[in-house]
């Protein structure tokens, strides 16, 4: 889900819409995640660089509503249309985001080949941004974090996507890795 967080908050950076530096504003809604979390508290301020690594490396679902509410007008609901609408755009046809961070909600839906086709087009579409995949860890409100992604550091040539893991889901990874001008992109769901 949050691969698609991203997508969208790519697509405004390249619209100039926003800008690595502008600051993103928590509300009482986004402060009131779930973990895994910033636990940034309400009127909190992250700048659009930090937030994405705190989405690639932490996970941070109180960030994935920051960033929701940032772009879809105050409304997480609209930025969830937003993202299916996306997703349908890209061919991901059998997925339906009703979040923004991909805490457990019956009527968030996708499929391992819709992950697939959407890591290719993070990885395309977003050349620019798509380092953030590969960020070992990050700094805020100091503490440091590390990347939950194990593969970046034990399998050659993987550069990043997405690990996520909810009770109801079990453990999901999205991963890509080139080798020998080769990319494959790999997707496991519900381990």
Do not use: C, W
Request: avoid cysteine.
């Amino acid at each position: 889900t949050k691969m698609m967080t991203l997508y969208l908050l790519f697509g405004a950076l390249e619209k100039n819409t926003i800008s690595l530096d502008t600051p993103m504003i928590t509300s009482v809604h986004a402060s009131e995640q779930e973990p895994t979390k910033l636990s940034m508290g309400p009127g909190a301020s992250i700048p659009v660089d930090t937030a994405i690594k705190a989405i690639t490396v932490l996970s941070a679902n109180d960030v994935a509503v920051v960033i929701a509410e940032a772009l879809g007008g105050g409304s997480e609901e609209t930025f969830a249309a937003m993202m299916t609408g996306k997703a349908h755009e890209l061919g991901m046809a059998n997925t339906n985001f009703h979040n923004a961070s991909g805490l457990p909600d019956l009527q968030q839906l996708t499929t391992a080949r819709d992950m697939a086709l959407l890591a290719r087009h993070l990885a395309y579409d977003f050349p620019q941004y798509y380092h953030y995949f590969s960020v070992p860890g990050f700094s805020y409100g100091g503490r440091s974090y590390a990347s939950h992604d194990n593969l970046l550091t034990a399998f050659a040539g993987t550069d990043g996507i997405k690990t996520g893991y909810t009770q109801l889901s079990g453990f999901n990874l999205v991963t890509s890795a080139v080798r020998n001008n080769k990319h494959l992109v790999g997707v496991v769901l519900g381990g």
